[in-house]
Structures are given as structure tokens and as C-alpha cells.
């Protein structure tokens, strides 16, 4: 894959199109050839893993509330389904270039930083009860990310879950199996089913 993208990029500094790639390596000044394969591979795995554990995890957890399901808000729903059950618990690795102290917690130097953003998501004291509410209208989450970390992509991603729920839920999506059956993925970082069996109609 990394030889896949470094040709890529190559190909669209050669010939630039009308794509986000083509777009990024026209900010030469801003990206180096690394980062702008860095952020290749991002998009394309964020738009990829990630999307797919969303409406995986979505499903299930809208199937598991159905009293909630008639009259909301597909939107805000989404919205709740990826605070509820986000694909990524944890952030990307950070290193802090000095000492710094959070939380009254000094982390050195060089140090590895994971921040957890399923904790940060069902934390009570921002959230109050942190079960699953479809009509939550005030959900300050950090699923994408947070002010200029957020993730590019998040718009995307959130059309695409909504277009994937609407379109099940019309069609009249249940469980082919019980919910105790269904298995995740062995993963410290990512959240996703193994398969999700359906049945339509």
C-alpha cells in the first residue's frame, strides 16, 4: 500500500486531476512527499475501516432500541450512533515535544499520549446518562477529532451512515441472529463487528 501511494502521489504531481490528492500535492509548500502519502493512507483507511464498524456498529445499536427509532431525527441520530459506539477508541499516538502538565498529570517529553475517545464519549459529567439516545440534540463528541484536529472526512462519513441507516431501516432491517451471537473484531483500537447477519424485508 505505502508503494501504491508514493506511486500516486508521483503520478499526480506528474498529471494533477481534479481530486483531493491532486488538490494536496498542490500545497507543496505546505506537505512534504511523506506527509502527503501519510495523509493518502489516512483518508483512505479512515474512509474505509472506520465507515464500515460506523454503520456496522450503528445497526446493531439501533436495533437494540427500537421504541426509539419511530420519529427521530436520522441526523441527530447519527450523530448519537457515533458517540454511542464510535469505530475508534482511541486517538492517534501523540508525543509531546516538552514537558506539559494535564490534569495535573506532568507527562514528559517524548512520551507516548494515547487519548481515549470512547471515555471521553461517556463521560458523564458532559453527557449525563451516557446510554443511547437517539434524540440527544446537545452531543459534544469527539468521535472526528476536536477544532483543527477534526477529521476531514467527518461530513462524509456522516452522510454515508445516514444514507446507510435510512436505506435499512426502510427496507425493514432485523437481526438474522440474537444480539449475544454476534462477535467484534479482537482489536485494542478499533471497534467493529466481526459480521453483522441481517435479514431485509
Known amino acids: 500500500m505505502h508503494r501504491f501511494l508514493v506511486e500516486l502521489v508521483a ?9 483531493l490528492l491532486s488538490g494536496l500535492v498542490a500545497l507543496e509548500d505546505a506537505l512534504s512527499s511523506d506527509e502527503l502519502v501519510s495523509m ?8 474505509y475501516e472506520n465507515l464500515v464498524n460506523l454503520i456496522g ?3 446493531r445499536a439501533l436495533l437494540s432500541v427500537p421504541d426509539q427509532v419511530a420519529g427521530m431525527d436520522l441526523a441527530v441520530a ?3 450512533l457515533t458517540r454511542f459506539d464510535q469505530p475508534l ?4 499516538r501523540r508525543f509531546p515535544v516538552r514537558d ?3 490534569g495535573g498529570v506532568e507527562i514528559p517529553a517524548g512520551d507516548t499520549v494515547l487519548l481515549g475517545i470512547a471515555a471521553a464519549n461517556h463521560d458523564s459529567s458532559v453527557f449525563g446518562d451516557t446510554g443511547l439516545d437517539l434524540r440527544r440534540r446537545v452531543n459534544p463528541h469527539v468521535s472526528y477529532g476536536y477544532g483543527i484536529h477534526r477529521s476531514f472526512g467527518s461530513r462524509l462519513s456522516q452522510v454515508e ?3 446507510a441507516f435510512g436505506g435499512l ?13 454476534l462477535r467484534w473484531v479482537p482489536s485494542f483500537r478499533n471497534r467493529g463487528l466481526v459480521e453483522l447477519p441481517v435479514i431485509l424485508g
Open 78 to 80: 447519527v450523530e448519537e
Open 89 to 92: 477508541q482511541w486517538a492517534i
Open 57 to 59: 456498529n450503528g445497526v
Open 169 to 181: 431501516l426502510d427496507r425493514g432491517v432485523r437481526l438474522a441472529v440474537e444480539m449475544g451471537a
Open 40 to 47: 493518502a493512507f489516512l483518508a483512505l483507511w479512515a474512509g
Open 11 to 19: 503520478a499526480k504531481r506528474a498529471e494533477p486531476g481534479d481530486d
Open 100 to 102: 506539559v502538565v494535564i
Open 161 to 163: 451512515a445516514g444514507v
